[in-house]
């Protein structure tokens, strides 16, 4: 079955500090990998996305994510992490196995910023 | 583009109601989901539809939720009779079919959060 992991339910980082948020998954196929982000009172905003090629991956907001297939992860960085950041991250993956369209999600890491 | 419309944002109710929560998606899109948010249980993809055809209701928890696609703009969810349970917060997304390589982007609204009293 096909499902992702985020092991950190909340995170808390200082303003100016890196941030990396942890996803795994488990899918029987090639997997496209998404992380998406929720601030408070709004739908999800696509950050990045991975389905092929280069596994460093550059999205909005200054945003980044390394698809390591090894270790079935698919992990969200940023060097430096703005009050504006804080919010939930949602990763999710689809692909062949879920008809393409169809996407798993992982349960969320809610993002604190601290001053 | 104004994005995917959901209406209405907030709606409270009493249980035994009927409630409809009503969805338009991006133009142009063929696919289009709902999702229900809980503190609980997360994000759940309750149904989706390609072309107005639902594909894929298993996520649907019982019979007093349908969803309806009567054209390409514009899908209603409707919970009959509503109960205390069913509060959340229902997400409708909607996506372009990029061919089986990707680049399947779901495109979501801004919710709706429905309260059953």
């Known amino acids: 079955a096909q499902s992702v992991t985020q092991p950190d339910i909340h995170i808390t980082v200082s303003e100016g500090a890196s941030l990396e948020l942890r996803c795994n998954y488990s899918?029987?196929?090639?997997?496209?990998l998404f992380w998406y982000v929720q601030s408070p009172g709004q739908g999800l905003q696509l950050l990045l996305k991975?389905?092929?090629?280069?596994?460093l991956v550059q999205g909005i907001k200054g945003f980044e994510a390394e698809f390591k297939r090894s270790q079935s992860s698919f992990n969200l960085r940023k060097p430096s992490v703005h009050w504006s950041d804080a919010a939930e991250y949602f990763c999710?993956?689809?692909?062949?196995?879920?008809?393409?369209?169809?996407?798993?999600f992982g349960t969320g890491t809610r993002l604190l910023v601290s001053p | 583009d104004a994005g995917v419309i959901q209406s209405p944002r907030h709606e409270v109710t009493e249980m035994g109601q009927e409630v409809t929560l009503r969805c338009k998606p991006i133009?142009?899109?063929?696919?289009l989901f709902w999702y229900r948010q809980t503190m609980m249980r997360g994000l759940e993809l309750l149904i989706y539809?390609?072309?107005?055809?639902?594909?894929?209701d298993s996520g649907m928890p019982e019979d007093r939720f349908s969803a309806k696609m009567p054209n390409a703009s514009f899908s209603t969810l409707k919970i009959q009779p509503s109960e205390p349970r069913d509060s959340a917060v229902y997400f409708c997304?909607?996506?372009?079919?990029?061919?089986?390589?990707?680049?399947?982007?779901?495109?979501f609204g801004p919710g709706t959060r429905l309260t059953v009293l």
């Open positions: 133009s142009g899109h063929d696919y």
């Open positions: 999710a993956v689809g692909g062949e196995n879920t008809g393409f369209q169809k996407l798993v």
């Open positions: 997304a909607s996506s372009l079919w990029g061919g089986a390589g990707g680049r399947n982007e779901q495109f």
């Open positions: 991975y389905f092929s090629g280069d596994t």
């Open positions: 899918y029987g196929a090639t997997p496209y």
């Open positions: 539809f390609n072309n107005n055809v639902p594909i894929d």
